[in-house]
Structure formats: C-alpha cells, structure tokens
C-alpha cells in the first residue's frame, strides 16, 4: 500500500530518511498524447481519401461518359486503376519515386486482398441465395428424396438419406484412420528408427495422391476385384484411403512441437515410455490432435470424387452401409446439379448450403478447441 | 530423442570388486508392448498407403506395355477401337492447372503480403481463418459457384480477350468470329479457362497459407532495420520480406500446382470434355486425367480400367514429384531454419 499521508515531498523541519512514491495530482493537466509513429498524419490520410474519392469521380466520368463500358464489374476496374494513379500522382507532389512505389503497392495489394475477400463471401452469399427456398420447408432435412420426382415442389422430399450417409461413412472412415493415423504419429515421433523415417517419407508421398484415384483404387480392388456391390463402405473405405496420410502428416506435425523437455521431465520422474505418451505427449497435443483431425473431417465430408465412384446414390436413407447403395451430401449435389431441372438445382444449392454449414460448424469447432490452450487448468487453482 | 528404462543390475557379491553397473537400452513390460505396438500400427499404414502406389503401379504396367510411348502420344481415348492415349488429357489438365496457377499466385502472393505486412492488428487473425475456411469449402461448392456465377461473366472476359488479344494462339477462338454482331456465347464457356477460375479459388488458400506463415517468419530486427534506414514500406518488402519469403513463395506455389492438377469434380461440372491437344484456353471443350476418370470409370472392363489407372498412376506421379520438390525448397529456404 502507498503511504497516502504523505503530502509533501520535502518536510519543514529535519530531513526524514523515509521516501515518498509521488501520488496521482488530480488537478494537474491531462498527459500530452504521443504522436502515433507509425499512423498516418491527418494530411497523408486527407490526401489518401481525397484520391480515391477522386478516383470514384473520374470512374463514373469514364465508364458512363466517355467509354462504352458498361457494368459494374468495368466501373470497379476503372475506380481501381484511376484511384491508383490519383494516389500515384498526389505521391509524386511530396515525394519521389520511392514513396510512389510505396503508395501503388500499398494500393495493390490492398486491391487484391479486397478481391480475395469478396471472392469468399461471394462464394457463400450465392450459394444461399440460391438455396434458402428449400430450407424453408423443415422436410427437407426431415424426408427423403424416396418417391420425389425432380419437378417436385419443395413441400416433399429431402436430403435426410445424404446427410446420415454422410454422417456414416465419415463415422466409419474416422473409425479407420483415428487410431491408425494417430498411431502413426506417436510412431514416427515417439518410438523413431529407420522405420519411422521410411513411414514418413511414403506418408508425405501419399499425401499427394489425388483423391479421385483413392476413389479408383477402393472401385477397382473393392467392387471389381472383390465383387462387392457400390455401397457406404466402400465410400468409408475411399475417404480413409484419401484421408489417412493427411490426418497422419497433421498429427506428425502437432506431436512434433510438443516441448521435449516435458517429456524428459517425465521420464526424468521415473515414468515409462507409455505413461510419458499416455499422460504427458498426448494431453499436451491434444486441441492440436483435434484441430488436425476436425480439419481432416472438413475435407473428407466434402470430397466427391471418391464417394462418386464408390457409393452409388440412392434416392432413400440406407442406414445400413454394407447394404448397397447410399447417398451423401456431396453425391447428392452433384447428382441433382447434373440433371439439369431448375427445381432440382435449386435443391442442390440448399444441400450446399447445408454442406457448407456443416463445414462452418467443423471449422469453428476446430479453432475453439485450438484456442483452449490458454484456458483455465486445474493445475493452476491452488495459486493466488 | 533418446529414451532409456534402467534395468537395476544384481547386487554384486561383496568383497568383489566394484564395477559400472550394466544399462539397458531395451524397452521392457509395458514399453516394450509399446514400441511394438507403434510399430505395428505404423507398419500397417506403411503397408495400406504404400499398397496403393505398389497397386496402381503394378495395374498401369500392362497398358503401358501394351501401348508403350504411344500412350503418351496418342490423343484420343477410344478403348473400342483399341486407341488410347493421355497426351490430350494431360495437355488438359496442364492448362487448367496454369490457368488457376495465373489467377492463384498474383493473389496468394497479394493476399498473404496484405495479411502479414499491412493488416491492421484487429483484423490479421479473422483474416488468416478466413484463408483457412476458404482452404477447407468444398470442391463442389466452388464447382458451383464457378459454373453458375463466373461462368457467364468469364465467357465475357474470354470475348473481350479474343477480340484484343486474338492474335496470340492462346487467346484464339476457333469458330467464332469476335466482331459478329451477336456474339456466340456457346464457344466461349465450359473451357479450360473456366475451370481454372474455380480451381485457382481452391488453390489459392494453400499457397497463400504456405506463404503467409514463411512472411510471418522474417526477422523482425531485419525488417526494423530496414525501416530505420528510411525503407518506405513497399522498400522494406522488397528488400527483406521477399527475398526471405522466396523458399515460401516457391514452394506455396508448386503445393498449389499439385493439388490444382488433381481436382476433379468442379473441373467436371464445368468443362465439356473434348479429347484433342490444343491451345486455346478459351475455346470450348477440354478434358483433365481425373475428369476422364470420372467420365469413364462406369462402363470401363478390366482393361479399360487398367488403362484409367494407369492414367491416375500418371497423375500421382506428376503432382509427387511437384509436391515433393514444394517440401524440399521450403525446408532447404532460409525460411525454415529453426523451425519444426
């Protein structure tokens, strides 16, 4: 606690030994604001505005007076280039080439990061403008499509077969590459040897392998080979094939961040190579295991060229995935995409819209569980 | 990292003389379960994902046998009349993949410049999960935003490129006559420049990701450095950022590539497939390796389907040895030193 009492820094009468800390002046004048250093000063931001707003004018002058170039997407460009050169020019006033190249850079880059953005949100705004009539109706993740012609109106039939399917071959793809490639990763990190480094190098090969000829290798060795019929396993089979090396490569590179000094602290202790993995190597890495393995899950529930050629698409829900064809999202887009029927294209957009709700939620689920790194631990609860 | 478990050695027997006790390096009970364990699981993965490049290397050996350098050569896919050949699919695929890689670098690199060197703090973090949402969108969703959004607006792009820019072979439309009154929007969509576009959007995230985290590396008393000597921004970029970025730069790019050459189902929903080597992009009709495969794998008998998974095995090959020369330039850069 500061000592309040003591007013003055300096007493009247014999010097004290004690110090005084200086107490908080109410009356004195409000602190000087630091200039900002890297902040642009009111003038550079005036001059900034003032050309782009210049800009826009000289666009509209352009594009509807004097060029026939018609449209938003000539009008945007013009902007663009005349905000540049605006900026090019009110750079030149006060500066020399330098500082032109700086502006136009700045505005480039600016100008393709914003194209990038409206990119994406084009992309997600358009599919559900396209796809929200469907999505009205509760049916449509309710029903199936059993019985539903593709002129149907949106009161009947939905996508409920492709979502269970989806939902089952992912389950029984994850089923397949969890253990195994986490299994890896523990592998190639924590045990080693020339093994490990052979397993890696043909891990990270794979990885490269498109997903269509994951598709074509399960449709040739599984349903040509074998005999078996097209069936939700065989598409289970594909996904892990495809998703295998990626969950395993992600996960390789999550447990090789892990401190090594907390696993040397735990052996250190006295625990075996097992506990060390059990209770220190994989809690460490856990949100970093699950971001891994949720992003995996991303990709593999939209990929539609290994379930294309292994599943077949059934128009009603197949719980059972050894029992001929079935239906997932994906497969269903691109089914009802190709047939052509406006109605059936705009059911495909609300299953896209689906899709990419179900990614969103993925996503998200991910970055939380990244994030929870610094959250509370009951470690720290007997302190202060 | 190096684990031992200390075997305690018998007590030795008094009055002899003192020795160092013996270490063991071998695991024991549980551990040993362990290793072997791992082991296991580990060798198993070796044995299914290399299975499948063993696989397809062993079904593509008869067609190449049979059709030897001709499949490379030959043009058409007829298995009927016992044609078969890769060099337009492949022709195919390259233009698709340069065309996405021309939209995908300019903009990866931009994009990943604007995050790293010039975003405002509040929104660098919303605009890397933005980066990595956009990798993680389905194929398909891109598939249907690049035919029924760009498409109309790339034929348009592709005319007025075809009207200025004619003359160059890559621009030509053959067919179609630019100055017409009414122009024929059928010779300007479902080509390999339409494909590109959706697949650059595909991408485009993974480069720029790749790049994005070697920028976000460079030494930071480097980049003061410069600005202290009275860099502009744009002066610092180019003479630190770039020149530590290249490995990044280089190796985002060519992971991009692999994955472009290997997109399948927005590349389908696009493109009308055509078999013939040609170069104009713009023109309609194309066809990729993995589009053939999804075109042709239904009615395929066993030697067809060999020769389809020998094209396949091509592909692995192809987008291997890109993804692999990606991993080593971004290890050996400067970019990687000191990083896991």
Redesign the interface.
Known sequence: MPNRSGGALVSETAPSPTTYRPLYDEDAPPAVPRGALGKPTPDQRFARIGSWVAGLGLAWLVTQRLLPLEGL?WFLIAWFVLGTAVTAVTAAMSGGL??V??QV??S???G??L???S??V??VV??AM?GWRPLTNLNFVTSDMSGVGPKDSFDKGGILHAIVGSGIELGIALAITL???I??A???T????R??R??RT?????????????G??I???FI?ALGQPRSGLAASLAIA?MM??II?RAADVVL??VP?GL??AS?ALGA??????WHVVLPTARPGLATAVI?GV??G?????PV??TSGAAAFLVANPTDGAMNSL?LF??TT?RSGEPTA?TR??AA?TV??VL??A??VTA?LLARQRTGPSRFRKGRS | ?S?T?ITPAPEPASGSAVRPRKLSRR?T???A???H???A??????V???G??V??AW?AHPTLQRYGWSFFTESEWQPDQDVIGIAAVLVGTISVALVAMVFAF??SV??A???S???PARIKSS?V??I???A???????G??G???VMP?AAELALWLHKNLGWIPVFDVRGSDPDAAVWDTTRYVASAFCAGIAVA?MV?PMA?AVMRQVFSQTPPGEKEAALALGA????M?TAVVLPFGRGGIIGGTMLGL?RA?????AVV?IISPAFEIKPNILEVGTSTV?AL??GR?GEAS?AQ?SA??AA??V??LI??V???GA?VIVNRSRSGAGV?
């Open positions: 997407p330098v500082e190249k700086d850079a700045e480039v880059v600016t393709a990061a194209v990038v953005v990119a994406v084009s992309t358009f599919v396209r253990p195994l490639g299994g890896t523990v592998f190639m924590e045990v080693g040897g093994l490990a052979v397993v043909v891990v990270e090969a794979m990885t490269a392998l498109p997903s269509i000829v994951a074509l290798f449709y040739t060795v040509v094939v295998l090396p395993a090789r961040v090594g696993r040397e052996l075996s190579r097992w506990r060390t993995v992003l991303a990709r529930v939209g990929e539609t060229s294309l050629l994906p887009i691109y995409v294209i495909a957009f896209a899709l990419l990614v969103l993925l996503f970055r | 990292m684990t478990t695991a009970g549980a551990d379960v362990f290793a364990g791992a082991r699981v580990g060798a198993s993965v070796l299914i994902t290399g499948v490049g696989f397809l079904q300019p903009t931009l994009m410049l604007y995050i060197e010039y975003a605009l999960s933005l990595d949402l956009m993680a969108v389905p194929s398909i969703v891109y249907l935003w035919f029924f959004l607006h959007m485009m720029c502009t921004r744009w002066g970029i692999g050459l290997g997109e399948t189902i929903l993995s495969i999804a794998f066993p389907l389809l998974l396949g095995f592909l692995f987008t291997l890109i993804n692999t991993a896991d």
